[in-house]
C-alpha cells in the first residue's frame, strides 16, 4: 500500500477509534473473554450467543471486527464448515488480557469516565493551561482522591490498581532484585491495600514492609503476613524505613507537589544508607523502545484525568530529584510500561 493509502486508512482508524473502543467494551460487558476462559476452550457462536444472552446476528458482527483485529480467533468447524453458525471463537493473547481480573477494569474506567469536572481534555482545557505544567492556572491540582466517586467507578478503579500492582511488581521481581538487596524495612507509598509490598516481602523475605496510603483506603485493606498498613497523608509525612517506594504515584500531581511528596521522603531515610524507589514511567523523545507509544498514551490519559499530572521526560525527572535535594539518582529499564528510579539523598 502507498504511503497516501496508509494515511487514509490510519486517519479512518483514528477517526472510528470511539466506536473500535466501544466494541471492545461491549465485548468486555457482555464478559466474552471470562466466558471463553471459564469454558476452558473454543465455543461456537451460538453457544456464546445462549451464554451471553446477546442474538447472533448482532454478535456475529462484533466478533467479526474483534476477530479481524486479533481479539479472538476464529476457526472453521472442519466438518459442518457450509454453516457459519458451527465456527469456533477461541481466546487470543489480547483476550486474555480483557478478563475481569485482568485490563478489563482499565478499558471500562477509559471508556465510560466519572462525569467529574476536571476529567477530560479539550482545546478549550489546553488553553486555559491543563497539561501545561504552569502553576498559575486557573484550575486547581483536583484530583479524584478529592471526591466521592460513583461506587461502580470506584470499583472498577480499585479492581485495575490491583492488577496493575500485579504486573508491575512481578516486572520488579524480575528485573530488578537487586534494588531491594540489602533492604531491612521498605515502605510503599501510596501502596493502595498492599498488594504490591505483599509480593514483595513475599519474594524477598529479608524485608519488613509498610504499606502506607489515606487512612480511608488503609480501612479497607486486608492483612497480609510481613506487612504493617498505616494511614496518613504523605504531603505531611512518611513513615521512617530504610527505603521509600512510590509506584505510579508521581505521575498524578504537578512538579511542585512532587517536590514536596519526595521531599517528605528523604526526611523519611537514613541520609547515607537509604534511598527512593520511584517505579513510574520515563519517556525517551528520542525514541524509546516498544513501550513508548503506551507511555505516551498514558501521558495523554494523565492530561485528561488530572490537571497537572504527567508522564515525565528523563531531563523532567533530574529537575525534580535535584529540586527535592537527592545527591544522585540511576535509571534502570525493565519490560514494562514503567522504568525503576532509585534517588539517593
Ligand atoms: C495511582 S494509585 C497507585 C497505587 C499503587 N501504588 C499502584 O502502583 O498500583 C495512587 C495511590 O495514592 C494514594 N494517595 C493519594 N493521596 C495520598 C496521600 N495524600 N497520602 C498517601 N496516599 C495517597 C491513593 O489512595 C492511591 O492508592
Not at 157 to 166: E, R, S, V
Request: aromatic letters at 8%; proline letters at 4%.
Amino acid at each position: 500500500m502507498d504511503e497516501e493509502a496508509q494515511a487514509r486508512v490510519q486517519i479512518w482508524n483514528y477517526a472510528l477509534g470511539f466506536n473500535s473502543m466501544r466494541a471492545v467494551k461491549c465485548a468486555i460487558e457482555l464478559g466474552l473473554p471470562d466466558v471463553l476462559e471459564n469454558h476452558g476452550g473454543p465455543m461456537t457462536l451460538s453457544q456464546l450467543s445462549a451464554t451471553v444472552g446477546c442474538p447472533i446476528p448482532a454478535l456475529r458482527r462484533l466478533l467479526r471486527f474483534l476477530t479481524h483485529n486479533g481479539i479472538f480467533k476464529k476457526e472453521l468447524n472442519l466438518s459442518k464448515s457450509q454453516d457459519p453458525e458451527s465456527s469456533y471463537y477461541s481466546q487470543t493473547a489480547l483476550s486474555r488480557l480483557l478478563t475481569r481480573d485482568k485490563m478489563a477494569p482499565f478499558v471500562l474506567l477509559q471508556a465510560d469516565p466519572p462525569k467529574v469536572q476536571y476529567i477530560g481534555l479539550t482545546a478549550n482545557d489546553l488553553k486555559a493551561g491543563k497539561g501545561s505544567g504552569l502553576d498559575n492556572l486557573a484550575c486547581s491540582e483536583d484530583m479524584m482522591w478529592n471526591y466521592e466517586l460513583d461506587p461502580a467507578y470506584d470499583k472498577l478503579f480499585h479492581d485495575f490498581l490491583t492488577y496493575h500492582a500485579k504486573i508491575a511488581t512481578t516486572a520488579l521481581i524480575d528485573y530488578c532484585q537487586e534494588v531491594f538487596e540489602g533492604i531491612g524495612c521498605l515502605v510503599d507509598v501510596g501502596g493502595h491495600e498492599g498488594m504490591a509490598i505483599g509480593l514483595l516481602v513475599k519474594a524477598f523475605p529479608w524485608i519488613r514492609g509498610i504499606n502506607f496510603d489515606l487512612p480511608d483506603v488503609i480501612a479497607g485493606a486486608s492483612a497480609i503476613d510481613g506487612v504493617e498498613h498505616v494511614g496518613g497523608n504523605m504531603f505531611q509525612s512518611v513513615p521512617k524505613a530504610d527505603a521509600v517506594m512510590l509506584m505510579w504515584i508521581l505521575h498524578d500531581w504537578s512538579d511542585n507537589l512532587c517536590i514536596d511528596i519526595l521531599k517528605k521522603c528523604k526526611e523519611a531515610v537514613p541520609a547515607d544508607t537509604g534511598k527512593v524507589i520511584i517505579v513510574e514511567a520515563v519517556i525517551d523523545e528520542e525514541g524509546g523502545d516498544e513501550y513508548t507509544s503506551a507511555r505516551l498514551a498514558m501521558d495523554i490519559t494523565m492530561m485528561t484525568v488530572t490537571t497537572k499530572g504527567k508522564e515525565r521526560t528523563y531531563k523532567e525527572w533530574a529537575h525534580l530529584l535535584n529540586a527535592a535535594g537527592f545527591s544522585k539518582h540511576t535509571i534502570k529499564h525493565m519490560k514494562a510500561v514503567e522504568s525503576v528510579i532509585e534517588a539517593y539523598p
